[in-house]
């Protein structure tokens, strides 16, 4: 990696070992959003260029808004781990990994702060125009590994980004008393709720029967696009903003 020069203009570089070359695929079609669950950004920034961690990701973004580039976007970083979309299940091979500073869940949880988000927006909207990645490609870790990671997580400023003209998003429809499937249940719209998961991108067997994958699926979505009340409880608000969700992408899609 000689004459490593970073694919974003501002970003530092320091060069992580841990990559290889993309599969089936010369070029990234979606960018994973991950937090890095450490004590310290240093920590993390140390952790991802360390041979014995196997693991990296091609950007991390430090609270202070500071960008530093470990791997090429034309290579393949080792962000994503055991996860899928539209059931392909090499994510590693067709995305840009973003790592975020944060300590997660298990270290204090907390609000990104804005000069951090802001240099997320201006470096997955540089990713975006240099990959041409469509708006509902850029996802959670926790999208793409649900119940295995809950990462960048609920508080995760989605709208922020979307506001700026990053990602999908549309607005969560109000939470009201009412109907809802859950864990037991079965039926045709429960099989009508994994189609649409499973349309949007989700990795969801189509089986009709609201089992525990399915419960840790719609929490996953709820994460990220009706995070007020994550339960794993399809109610009414999940289903309609769902819904709201393919009804957008369909509007945008070419015709």
């Known amino acids: 990696m000689s004459g490593f020069l970073p694919d974003q203009p501002g970003a530092e570089v320091r060069v992580s070992p841990n990559f290889g070359p993309r599969r089936e695929t010369f070029r990234p079609d979606m960018i994973v959003l991950h ?19 196997e ?20 290579d393949r970083a080792w962000h994503a ?12 091979s067709c995305s840009v990994g973003i790592e ?6 298990s270290l204090g949880y907390k609000a990104f702060p804005k000069r951090q988000i802001d240099a997320v927006i201006g470096l997955c909207a540089g990713i975006t125009d240099r990959h041409s990645i ?40 109000p939470i009201r008393p009412g109907a809802a499937l859950k864990a037991g249940d079965a039926g045709a719209e429960v099989e009508a709720l994994q189609s649409m ?3 949007y991108g989700y990795g969801v067997e189509i089986t009709g029967v609201f089992d525990r994958q399915t419960e840790i699926v719609v929490a996953a979505f709820q994460r990220h696009f009706r995070r007020r ?10 289903i309609r903003t769902l819904q709201r969700l393919l009804a957008a992408v369909k509007a945008t899609s070419p015709k």
């Open 229 to 238: 009340l994550v339960d794993g409880v399809a109610d009414g608000s999940t």
């Open 134 to 173: 469509a708006p509902q490609r850029v996802l959670a870790h926790s999208d793409v590994a649900p119940g295995r990671k809950v990462d960048p997580g609920e508080k995760f400023p989605w709208k922020a980004l979307f506001a700026a003209g990053v990602g999908h998003l549309v607005p969560a429809a």
């Open 197 to 199: 998961l499973a349309l």
């Open 55 to 74: 693991v990296s990701s091609h950007y991390l973004v430090h609270e202070d808004g500071r960008i530093v580039q470990m791997v090429r976007e034309s």
């Open 35 to 53: 937090y890095t669950g450490m004590a310290t950004g240093a920590g993390a920034e140390a952790w991802l260029c360390d041979p014995a961690s």
């Open 100 to 105: 975020i500073v944060n300590p997660g869940h």
């Open 81 to 92: 781990g055991r996860s899928s979309w539209f059931g392909r299940s090499d994510i590693n």
